[in-house]
């Protein structure tokens, strides 16, 4: 069985202020060494367990995996080789804060057999990366980016965010063309959304975010499909742009619903038809490790029919859409004979293209896609 | 062996406790059963003769009931009072001017510390109607804001109340009870029936029984009551034999015979709760009376709404739960509706706000049903140019135009009282709901009544909330119906996506039309999401389009990022997002959501 592989490194120098991803601001050292003996813990019980499987890519997400020192990514990554069987030509990609590399690092993750980088930049506005709680300028994006250059890597990513607080579609278009200038290989766009638990979502409920529109988000986003496609990036998936050849490997293994493993606090699995998330607490999921157990948390099994739709609406999520052919290969049974209904009223609304081989979304269906995926789930 | 109680009328005593909401009645009322040993402290809870739940939480009392107590008085004498629990609104005045034919006197409640309020002088003008021996009580004089000089003073000032004596009392230290109870005794007449005349009873109020059928409370006029006999309502001379009858104490309890002057129940197989009505005659249909008492009137309900279920599955439990209300509350009306929008229900008609609010909160709470309720109407009469008049209370049968001879709606009486310097607000508020003046009275140098005729229509949506707002709570408020007047009134249609939405209709006057549909499609404009395509909400007055709004069509909605840990929470967020549209209404290819109908039409 083909897999990709997650690791989960959740601890930042401070949490950013729309962040609601699970992670924490890092205590001390102590706390992170202890965390790295435990994910060492986790990859050696699922080596014992896991047999028979190939590793397809590696993807140490955050977090800030790049708040580790060199040395320690080095060490993780060497492991992980020592207990799985990792695919020669695999991707690695790490995620990288601006503010955490300098050039003795980025040599050392370019040793670790790391062949991709994602810089979360977010914007190249100071005052909005302020805003949004980074701990990093503009500038710094620009020196990481080239240094991660100088080391040899030749894959780099970035995150940008768009339908921040006070931004405007003028904004906007700066940091894109900023972006672009670098002469990336791959570029992540965002909408920002507000949720619990985050500083945002204080402000917002007191009526202090001043946000854009949806049609100010409308505008950015279709503006930014556009000019990324002008300037020579493949619109592949949603909210992701690449160069040829330059496509996320790992993160297709989502889009297709293929099975990958997750490890570290709050890490989600898809094995088997299982799909499972381990304990979100550090601390928790340490203790758990330690006593020998499989820090899960909780899980389900999806049933047949979960499937089927987690399939089709992530899949329609790229640029291939549901290929029919794949479709009949997975489940036994073609897809028109589950979803016949929904496919011809979408198709109807305008919201889907169909054709022998496959359904994609149209331009319509892919700014409202919620409610294409709303008719495939129960 | 069933006991005799007496058969001396001198030593009966029936009385009502009256008072404005929250003043104090059912606390009056529980203390008078502890004192006289007709339930003990142990076995009370808050206010015993209110057992719906609605009615505690509410702080008001729907049914009347009725206790016997035993007192020995001062006098040494065994009396036998007859307290007769009223329903404390004025939803229910006729319920309340039935019970109170059944007295001779009245305990007149009034808060210490709030005075005189509006439903005190309504209370007061029926008890007087009925001519009642009124007992001043002040209570809750312990609280620290209590004045009592000023409400003493308040007191004198009205009319009827200048002879009175009053007793100062509060209900929660227990303060004043046995003056209360000898004022009972002393002060209130006994009952003036004649044993030896044909049997009249005042039917004061019914329940049903769902083993025992309608049980009906009665207060024996003329004449003896027992098992055996043959009796008949004097409305419809429908006949009964008497099964039982009996005395409350606060449980019934079987006697073997009722006799001028007492009050008690009857259980003679009534099948129906509309076949004895509040306020009809029973006779001996033997030996019948010639004249049934005066005041009975058939109930009509004076606000109506369109009930529906959101999910049509519930139309049957809908229907059956209403079954069950009216089985205890002759008063409720209901008739099956279909509705374009809203699919099949009922058309209801209630006693007022405050009945209409009790049933919608019953139907959710006991029998667990999801609903929408239309914006409250009244019953309009329309006469037609072929001659024929109509009656109306929906809005999607009124007649067209040209059809249209006179139209006439419902006018009620209002009476509020406020704090003088709130008046300037409550006049504008008032005129602008269609208010004529009547009149103004200063109680004191403080407070003023004032006195209005208005459309029903104008009050029934939140007048009460607009009045408490403009006094900061102070203002109370008390109306009743007064008659048929002849009105400027046209219909106003809601189309959405040109498409006429007929639970949205509504009837209003011509000269507040344009102003009412454009707040109207303003609002919807802010409660209806986006939708697939844009969707233009219109108000139209007989096809003529008067006002326009348009919700722009969905440009975005999609989740932005999907890896890995998202893919579980963002199907289940898909997964509630389809559930909530679940809950909307679709009409053609418009969604509308709940609200739509139920607040709209309280706007500015």
């Known amino acids: 069985m083909d897999l990709g592989l997650y690791l989960h490194l959740p601890f930042c120098k401070s949490k950013c202020h729309y962040c609601d991803f699970n992670s924490y601001p890092l205590r001390d050292d102590y706390q992170l060494s202890s965390y790295i003996s435990a994910l060492y813990s986790e990859i050696a019980i699922y080596s014992q367990k896991l047999k028979n499987i190939t590793i397809k890519t590696i993807y140490l997400g955050g ?10 990514i080095y060490n993780i990554l060497n492991f992980c080789k020592n207990s799985f ?7 690695i990609t790490i995620e990288v804060n601006p503010g955490t590399l300098d050039k003795k690092k980025t040599k050392r993750l370019n040793e670790a057999g790391i062949n991709r980088l994602s810089l979360g930049a977010q914007s190249f506005n100071d005052s909005l990366l302020k805003k949004l709680g980074r701990i990093h300028t503009a500038q710094d994006i620009i020196d990481s980016y080239y240094k991660a250059r100088e080391s040899g890597f030749n894959n780099i990513n970035i995150d940008i965010m768009f339908a921040l607080p006070d931004q ?10 900023k972006a672009i200038s670098l002469k990336l290989d791959h570029l992540s766009l965002y909408n920002l959304t507000i949720e619990k638990g985050t500083i945002f979502f204080e402000s917002f409920k007191e009526g202090k975010l001043n946000l854009p529109t949806e049609d ?13 496609e002008k300037n020579g990036f493949e619109h592949y998936e949603i909210s992701n742009f690449a160069r040829p050849s330059k496509r996320s490997i790992h993160n297709q293994i989502y889009w297709y619903n293929q099975p990958y493993l997750g490890i570290g606090a709050g890490a989600c699995s898809f094995i088997n ?20 157990k499989l820090p899960v948390d909780k899980g389900e099994k999806l049933s047949l029919r979960k499937r089927m739709a987690e399939t089709v609406i992530l899949n329609l999520r790229t640029k291939e859409g549901v290929v029919y052919q794949k479709f009949y290969n997975r489940f036994k049974v073609k897809m028109d004979e589950i979803f016949n209904q929904q496919v011809d009223k979408l198709v109807g609304l305008g919201l889907l293209r169909k054709d022998n081989y496959k359904i994609q979304l149209t331009k319509k269906g892919l700014f409202i896609a919620n409610n294409v995926f709303r008719e495939f789930v129960d | 062996m069933l006991k005799d109680f007496h058969s001396n009328t001198k030593n009966i005593r029936n009385f009502s406790i009256i008072a404005h909401i929250d003043h104090g009645k059912s606390t009056i009322a529980d203390r008078l059963l502890e004192y006289t040993g007709t339930i003990s402290e142990r076995e009370r809870k808050e206010q015993i003769l209110d057992d719906m739940d609605l009615e505690r939480e509410k702080g008001i009392t729907i049914k009347s009931k009725a206790v016997r107590l035993h007192y020995r008085a001062k006098d040494g004498n065994e009396y036998v009072l007859n307290l007769i629990d009223t329903p404390g609104h004025v939803d229910f005045s006729y319920e309340v001017s039935r019970s109170l034919a059944a007295c001779e006197g009245a305990l007149l409640i009034v808060d210490a510390s709030q005075g005189v309020q509006a439903q005190t002088l309504a209370n007061i003008h029926l008890a007087v109607k009925n001519n009642l021996k009124i007992i001043i009580i002040i209570n809750k004089i312990d609280l620290a804001t209590a004045d009592t000089e000023k409400v003493n003073q308040e007191l004198k000032n009205i009319p009827e109340l200048k002879e009175e004596e009053v007793i100062l009392a509060s209900a929660k230290e227990g303060i004043g009870t046995s003056d209360i109870l000898e004022a009972i005794v002393n002060k209130i007449p006994p009952p003036s029936g004649e044993l030896n005349l044909p049997l009249r009873a005042l039917i004061f109020d019914s329940i049903y029984n769902p083993y025992q059928g309608t049980i009906v409370y009665v207060k024996v006029v003329d004449g003896i009551i027992k098992p055996g006999i043959i009796i008949q309502t004097m409305s419809n001379e429908k006949k009964y034999e008497v099964a039982e009858v009996g005395v409350f104490r606060p449980n019934m309890e079987p006697t073997k015979k009722l006799i001028a002057g007492e009050v008690g129940y009857i259980k003679a197989g009534f099948k129906n709760i509309k076949d004895t009505q509040v306020g009809d005659t029973i006779t001996d249909a033997s030996n019948p009376a010639r004249k049934s008492l005066s005041g009975y009137k058939k109930v009509t309900p004076l606000v109506f709404c369109s009930i529906y279920p959101i999910d049509n599955k519930e139309y049957e439990n809908l229907k059956a739960a209403l079954e069950k209300l009216k089985l205890n509350d002759s008063s409720l009306f209901s008739e099956p509706e279909t509705s374009q929008a809203l699919g099949f229900g009922f058309r209801c008609g209630f006693l007022g706000l405050l009945h209409m609010e009790i049933i919608q909160e019953r139907l959710e709470r006991e029998y667990d049903l999801n609903l929408i309720a239309t914006t409250p109407s009244v019953m309009y009469q329309i006469a037609k140019k072929d001659g024929k008049t109509i009656k109306i209370s929906n809005p999607a049968s009124f007649p067209s135009k040209i059809e249209i001879e006179k139209i006439e709606e419902p006018y009620v009486k209002v009476n509020i009282i406020t704090p003088s310097q709130y008046i300037g607000g409550i006049m504008d508020l008032v005129q602008d709901r269609r208010g004529t003046f009547k009149n103004m009275e200063y109680i004191d140098e403080k407070r003023a009544i004032l006195d209005y005729d208005l459309p029903l229509n104008e009050i029934i949506l939140d007048f009460y909330d607009k009045l408490k707002s403009r ?4 203002a109370s408020l008390d109306y009743e119906f007064i008659s048929y007047k002849q009105s400027d009134l046209i219909k106003v249609d809601i189309l959405a996506n040109h498409e006429l939405v007929d639970a949205l209709s509504f009837i209003v006057h011509k000269d507040k039309a344009y102003y009412r549909a454009r707040k109207i499609v303003e609002k919807l404009k802010e409660i209806i999401p986006r939708q697939l395509y844009q969707v233009p909400i219109q108000a139209a007055i007989e096809r003529k389009i008067i006002a326009r709004e348009t919700i722009k069509a969905l440009k975005k909605d999609v989740i932005a990022k999907c890896y890995g840990g998202d893919i579980t929470r963002k199907r289940k967020l898909l997964e509630k997002q389809k559930a909530g549209k679940k809950r909307m209404k679709r009409l ?3 969604e509308i959501p709940q609200e739509a109908f139920l607040g709209i039409l309280k706007i500015e």
């Open chain 1, 168 to 177: 405007t579609l003028i904004d906007f278009r700066n940091t894109m063309k």
């Open chain 1, 63 to 72: 977090g800030t995996p790049s708040i580790l020192s060199g040395d320690s």
């Open chain 2, 588 to 590: 053609g290819k418009v």
């Open chain 1, 273 to 292: 038809r299982y799909r499972y998330m381990n304990f979100k607490d550090p601390s928790r999921y340490i203790k758990e490790v330690e006593n020998g």
């Open chain 1, 216 to 228: 100010e988000e409308y505008d950015m986003y279709s503006w930014a499909i556009n000019f990324l």
């Open chain 2, 471 to 474: 006094s900061s709570g102070y």
């Open chain 1, 85 to 91: 069987k990792i695919d020669k030509n695999a991707e």
